[in-house]
């Protein structure tokens, strides 16, 4: 049995906790430290028989008996958290991103090759049963060679605007998970990148100094094209589709809904709207990737998102960020290269 301790006990720790006491075998939550932890979170924790909760999360880097960490705090504790637990030897899964800091990023890839510790990313939708039976079909080689990659990703509201000012922006919190599922159905690394973007949705997201309606076009390694489609907001709900074409035909996925009934009468044709939230939408999803990172720790294997598919996203998310800011196509060779990459 894997003990895990989970660090922050906002929305996605969680879910995180909720998934592993319900849906994954071979783990027990044995504590959860937040900061800012009150007393309904504190009954929360032990309605799931949370043993241990505290509001230092080095109570259970120090607690021997914890073997892997699981990071959900603030994205600006991900990576010193990250380097803490494995300097206590603690395997470690850490939710997207790991730093917005391409530096930081560094230090904890360095930590991880001078350690024993498996070291997981949680870019959840890789654990999505429609993503992953379209990663499939382009492995397989059912689509042939590949020629246009099409993703749509829009949410169905905007964030706060407080969370806006400190997210990184949107290429590097809500984009940085497209980027990652280019990089999974491709099989492929983005070489290029060109970004514009606007502000449709919300006057004060712009205020805030951030967009929040974008098209990126990509050029990758392999030669295929790459599009993404973002906005912060779409009035029907979490719209989550893509598209892969090749030499030998396409593979699509659309969105997920409540049921697969369709009315159709004279007055016309009516379908179910997309699943509204993403922890509907995806909440099987994270339950897979804990038990993959779990069964990583029991079988002595590789974890099936490395530190280094954490860095990628950023760097992409960054050149999209420049080719904005200079109207320009960006290579991700030159964000690497004035990072010693």
Not at 1 to 16: E, L
Not at 236 to 262: C, L
Not at 281 to 309: G, K, L, S
């Amino acid at each position: 049995m894997v003990k895990v301790g989970i660090i922050g006990a906002g929305r996605i720790g969680k879910v995180h906790a909720e998934s592993i006491c319900k849906y994954v075998k071979g783990a027990e939550v044995r504590s959860i430290a937040d900061p800012f932890l009150d007393k309904s979170a504190e009954q929360w924790a032990k309605s799931l028989g949370i043993q241990k909760i505290s509001k230092d999360y080095h109570d259970i880097l120090g607690d021997e008996e914890i073997d892997a960490v699981l990071v959900c705090s603030s994205t600006d504790t991900h990576s010193q958290i990250s380097l803490d637990a494995i300097k206590e030897g603690k395997h470690v899964f850490c939710e997207k991103p790991v730093d917005h800091d391409v530096e930081k990023i560094k230090e904890v890839i360095k930590a991880v090759k001078g350690s024993k510790c498996k070291y997981q990313v949680g870019f959840n939708r890789r654990f999505d049963h429609n993503f992953r039976s379209a990663r499939e079909a382009v492995a397989s080689g059912k689509i042939g060679t590949q020629h246009v990659i099409k993703i749509t990703s829009r949410d169905p509201e905007a964030p706060p605007i407080a969370y806006v000012k400190v997210s990184g922006g949107m290429f590097l919190d809500m984009t940085i998970h497209d980027f990652d599922m280019v990089r999974y159905l491709s099989g492929s690394e983005v070489v290029e990148v060109y970004a514009i973007g606007g502000v449709l949705v919300d006057s004060a997201i712009g205020e805030a100094g951030d967009i929040d309606t974008a098209i990126i076009t990509m050029k990758l390694e392999n030669g295929a094209m790459a599009v993404i489609d973002n906005c912060r907001q779409a009035s029907y709900g979490y719209d989550q589709r893509a598209e892969i074409f090749g030499s030998k035909g396409a593979v699509a996925i659309s969105n997920d809904t409540f049921s697969t009934a369709v009315v159709s009468t004279a007055d016309g044709v009516i379908a179910e709207k997309p699943l509204h939230f993403f922890l509907e939408r995806y909440m099987q999803a994270y339950a897979n990737e804990i038990r993959e990172f779990i069964e990583a720790i029991e079988e002595d294997t590789d974890v099936p998102v490395t530190v280094i598919d954490g860095l990628e996203p950023v760097i992409i998310g960054l050149a999209a960020k420049k080719s904005i800011a200079e109207n320009r196509p960006v290579k991700t060779a030159e964000i690497k290269s004035a990072f010693g990459l």
